[in-house]
């Protein structure tokens, strides 16, 4: 296992609950009933309430991240407090959805501006880390926001009503492309250090399967092509993720 598991489940998860938030800006999931408005910021505050507890764990004492975030200019501080700030927005379009039945457009916007801070904190907090070649360099950034938004967005068009699908399975098509061409730059940035790069080319050619799937359903509209492109890209990224922090 690699040593730095709990920043992995940290990043992975959180990076797709910031990204499904805002791919959901842009394409809200829809207001058939109370529970189905309200699956997205609840997914969201669960898969946002596991990577916070795994941030806390990546100091092996979660009590020690309070001197962490004492220290503002630290990158586990920038990633906690982007957390607690998108956390509050989840929660209170939870609260609001549960008992209007929706929360306000405008929310949903601060929350996507929120996740965008979110998934910035996580990017630029390995790009800083100029110890480690590896992860301190620009191909990090795009590595890890690319990444977030393919998955937020083949999530969404998964959730979203039939008649919404064509519109964000395509968005979702142009952030795969992006992902995979940022997963490339990472793979050949690996490569000219000398590191293993199996798991950013596997990673890779599935997050490329995802985006084929993607394409296909913006035109078909299938349930089945629409399961099988989140499956593949939530796979894809978390496999290239995976061989990322292998490096350290």
Do not use: D, E, N, Q
């Given at each position: 296992m690699i040593t730095e598991f709990p920043l992995y489940?940290?990043?992975t998860l959180g990076g797709l609950a910031a990204g499904a938030y805002a791919a959901s800006a842009f394409s809200p999931i829809g207001k058939e009933g109370r529970a189905k408005a309200c699956l997205l910021p609840l997914m969201c505050l669960v898969l946002l309430a596991i990577s916070a507890v795994a941030l806390l764990f990546h100091l092996g004492h979660p009590e020690r991240a309070l001197n962490a975030f004492a220290n503002p200019r630290a990158g586990i501080a920038q990633e906690g407090f982007a957390s607690v700030l998108f956390g509050a927005v989840v929660v209170t379009d939870l609260?609001?959805?549960?008992?209007?039945?929706?929360?306000?457009?405008a929310l949903r916007w601060v929350g996507a501006v929120c996740a965008?801070?979110?998934?910035?904190?996580?990017?630029?907090?390995?790009?800083?880390?100029?110890?480690?070649?590896?992860?301190?360099?620009?191909?990090?950034?795009?590595f890890f926001a690319f990444g977030d938004l393919a998955m937020g967005a083949m999530l969404i068009a998964m959730l979203v009503e039939k008649n919404k699908v064509e519109n964000i399975s395509r968005a979702a098509v142009v952030l795969g492309i992006l992902a995979v061409g940022a997963v490339a730059w990472e793979t050949v940035y690996f490569a000219n250090l000398g590191l293993g790069v199996g798991l950013l080319v596997s990673g890779g050619v599935l997050v490329a399967l995802a985006t084929l799937a993607s394409a296909a359903a913006s035109r078909k509209r299938t349930s089945a092509l629409l399961i099988a492109s989140f499956v593949l890209v939530m796979a894809g990224v978390a496999l290239a993720r995976y061989g990322y922090y292998a490096a350290l």
């Open positions: 489940v940290f990043t609260a609001l959805t549960w008992k209007k039945g929706s929360s306000p457009r965008a801070l979110l998934m910035g904190a996580m990017a630029l907090a390995y790009c800083a880390l100029k110890g480690v070649p590896a992860w301190g360099a620009l191909p990090t950034i795009p």
